[in-house]
């Protein structure tokens, strides 16, 4: 079992819609970037094995996975970005030949789930102010020496996009040594899944399996890039698809329906406490030990725009409640939301 540790470095994503907030996450306002930081114990021994584990969890814990997965480490919930053009992607470090069959079968695992595309960038397309700047590459992986990188981090993924909408590029940085268990979890990353879940996925801190993608994984990625999504949508307004991918997996979809409306019910209580300042971010968040006295107030202005935008349309809420959705936005609002501003002027 790894001890994993998650860093996600916030940058500029939060200050388009904050006013007044500190340094480390205003200062520029054109493009947004997420390193994400898998950081495991040196110790592989106690994974389980390849075969272990395969099936999808049955309960509230399935439920809640898919919920963590829309979550910042520093305790700040994301909205959905996701690729929305062909991956072309290049290799670049050390030992290429004894990591390239790992590395492309995550990329092909990911690319199967999602129907995106993923072709090998022209080895001499990195211009982009060339004539053959469509097939330059934008997702670059490298493998780097055993050194490199921070103490005890092995793999990051930097994620990069104008707006919290569509990912425009992409860059993933490996340990040499620790391709083997990076592989997957990062290519997770790369197509946008930015949290690291409590459940039974690649991305857990504590996963039981590494060297390919679990049913958990499969039906994220499915949903992620699924018709019923759109970029940019709130965690309220993906949940409901990322809970019918789910429930697809589940053998009594009777049973597991009054699990998914019991999960609802609980998750907008809990959430409305976080946003009050009386609750908390998901306990996976706190167990990282990377939440911030900063993302987490940040996190609370963003849930209760998110809340209002779930009563004003009715998404995971149950009943549209415009009247309570106005209550949620000017919440936000006054505490410096732009986008709850905005949807508060667009409302009168």
């Known amino acids: 079992m790894f001890d994993e540790v998650a860093v996600l470095t916030f940058r500029r994503a939060i ?5 007044g907030i500190s340094k480390a996450v205003s200062g520029t306002a054109v493009s947004a970037a997420f390193a994400v930081a898998a950081l495991f114990a040196a110790d592989l021994a106690n994974a389980a094995p390849a075969h272990a584990a395969d099936h999808a969890q049955t309960d509230e814990a399935g439920l809640a996975t898919l919920w963590e997965a829309l979550w910042h480490q ?10 929305e053009q062909p991956v072309r992607w290049r290799l670049s470090g050390r030992n290429l030949p004894e990591h390239r069959e790992m590395l492309l079968r995550a990329l092909e ?6 129907g995106i595309p993923f072709t090998e960038a022209n080895a001499g397309a990195g211009d982009p102010d060339r004539a053959d700047a469509p097939a330059a590459p934008n997702l670059r992986i490298e493998i780097v020496a055993n050194t490199a990188l921070e103490n005890r981090q092995p793999c990051v993924t930097t994620l990069d996009f104008r707006t919290e909408t569509q990912i425009d590029s992409a860059l993933v940085q490996m340990r040499e040594r ?11 990353h790369v197509m946008g899944v930015r949290g690291h879940p409590a459940g039974k996925t690649v991305l857990s801190y504590f996963p039981v399996k590494v060297d390919s993608l679990l049913p958990l994984d499969r039906a994220l990625l499915r949903a992620w890039y699924s018709p019923r999504m759109r970029p940019g949508m709130t965690p309220f307004e993906a949940l409901p698809v990322l809970a019918q991918e789910w429930l697809a997996l589940q053998p009594d979809p009777r049973a597991a329906a009054a699990v998914r409306d019991r999960f609802f019910a609980d998750t907008v209580a809990a959430m409305r406490a976080y946003a009050e300042g009386t609750g908390d971010i998901p306990a996976i968040i706190r167990r990282s030990g990377k939440a911030t006295a900063e993302g987490v107030r940040l996190g609370r202005g963003e849930m209760g725009y998110f809340l209002g935008v779930a009563y004003l349309e009715g998404t995971t809420v149950g009943t549209p409640d415009r009247e ?15 986008t709850a501003l905005a949807r508060l002027a667009g409302m009168r």
């Not at 695992?109 to 999602?114: G, N």
């Not at 620790?178 to 997770?188: P, S």
């Open 74 to 83: 520093s305790g700040t919930p994301t909205r959905l970005v996701r690729w």
């Open 109 to 114: 695992a990911v690319s199967q789930e999602t």
């Open 178 to 188: 620790d391709v083997f268990r990076c592989a997957h979890h990062e290519a997770m």
């Open 15 to 19: 200050s388009a819609r904050f006013s």
């Open 324 to 338: 309570e959705a106005l209550l949620w936005l000017e919440r936000s609002a006054r505490i410096g939301n732009r």
